[in-house]
């Protein structure tokens, strides 16, 4: 560890900088409308978003672009719609002994919060590349949990042992399912 020690004292320190400050008011006014605009950049732009929305605008934005957000929406569902069957689901689930393949919570205790109240919900299909294929070769059962926090991150980024749910045999289970799949295609 380094220790630095300033060339000045506290007051020496106090004195240069109001003689800066006295020589360089121009500056002075620049740096604190700049600091001013970084703190509260977050605030007006939050309460811009917040009139945008409650005046109507947006709403008379969204009835006059709806070909926009149709192409918005199907290219945000493109990589979330799954050619998997019903019966693929059923193995892949088994395979992971109907347990989260990275967290491994049971599906009996997958529950989420709809309307205020806790139901019980199947997994979700997680796609374990995010650009990959939307075919079970690609997909893993994921609870509610794991499945946002993964997000787009790539396996290897967010599943590793710094991740606090990691586990090596599950992970290991992971690779298995996926490369069952690319050593068939080979």
């Given amino acids: 560890m380094t220790i630095s020690y300033h060339r000045e004292c506290k007051d020496c320190a106090k004195k240069r900088t ?93 529950f989420n919060r709809y309307g205020g109240e806790l139901k019980w919900s199947d997994f979700h299909k997680e796609h374990v590349d995010h650009n990959g294929s939307n075919g079970i070769e690609n997909c893993v059962p994921s609870c509610k949990m794991c499945n946002s926090n993964k997000w787009t991150y790539k396996l290897e980024e967010w599943y590793n042992d710094g991740n606090e749910i990691y586990d090596k045999s599950r992970q290991d289970k992971i690779y298995k399912w996926l490369n069952n799949f690319n050593t068939e295609n080979t």
């Fill in 18 to 110: 109001a003689a800066w400050v006295k020589n360089n008011p121009e500056k002075r006014k620049e740096y604190i409308k700049r600091d001013n605009a970084k703190e509260n950049s977050k605030l007006r732009r939050k309460k811009k978003n917040t009139e945008y929305l409650n005046d109507g605008t947006f709403k008379k934005w969204q009835m006059n672009n709806k070909d926009k957000l149709t192409s918005y929406r199907l290219k945000r569902q493109q990589h979330k719609t799954h050619t998997i069957t019903n019966e693929e689901w059923k193995v892949c689930k088994e395979f992971f002994n109907n347990k989260c393949a990275y967290c491994g919570l049971h599906i009996d205790n997958h």
